[in-house]
């Protein structure tokens, strides 16, 4: 198992930037792709970053060119720097745990989110 516990959320304006860690603890850490993942009132959580157990990332679209994944399999963190931050960026910022399953990842470990707010 793995528990996960995000920081560095707050309030900044837009054109900002923030940078969000999240330490993992437990066991295993390596085999696990890790992503962020956001969720604004009224919105459904959304896919933000992801970074394989390989190092591979990967971005959705809205935040390429801005954000930045990365991960330390030695100190069991995963970190986004969010640059050039919007208006449109606020929102609970999570950061989740997966293995691959068939051609999907499954997140199965959640953390609890930490707020980001961009002011205008």
């Known amino acids: 198992q793995v528990q996960l516990v995000e920081s560095g959320g707050g309030l900044v304006q837009a054109g900002g930037s923030l940078r969000l860690s999240c330490a993992a603890s437990?066991?295993?850490?390596?085999?696990?792709?890790l992503g962020w993942f956001r969720q604004s009132p009224g919105k459904q959580r959304e896919l933000v970053a992801a970074v394989t157990s390989d190092y591979k990332t990967s971005y959705a679209d809205f935040v390429k060119g801005r954000f930045t994944i990365s991960r330390d399999n030695a100190k069991k963190t995963v970190d986004l720097q969010m640059n050039s931050l919007k208006y449109e960026d606020t929102a609970v910022y999570y950061c989740?745990?997966?293995?691959?399953?068939?051609?999907?990842?499954?997140?199965?470990?959640w953390g609890r989110g930490t707020q980001v707010t961009v002011s205008s």
């Open positions: 437990g066991r295993t850490f390596n085999p696990y792709y």
């Open positions: 989740a745990a997966g293995v691959v399953v068939g051609p999907d990842v499954r997140y199965s470990y």
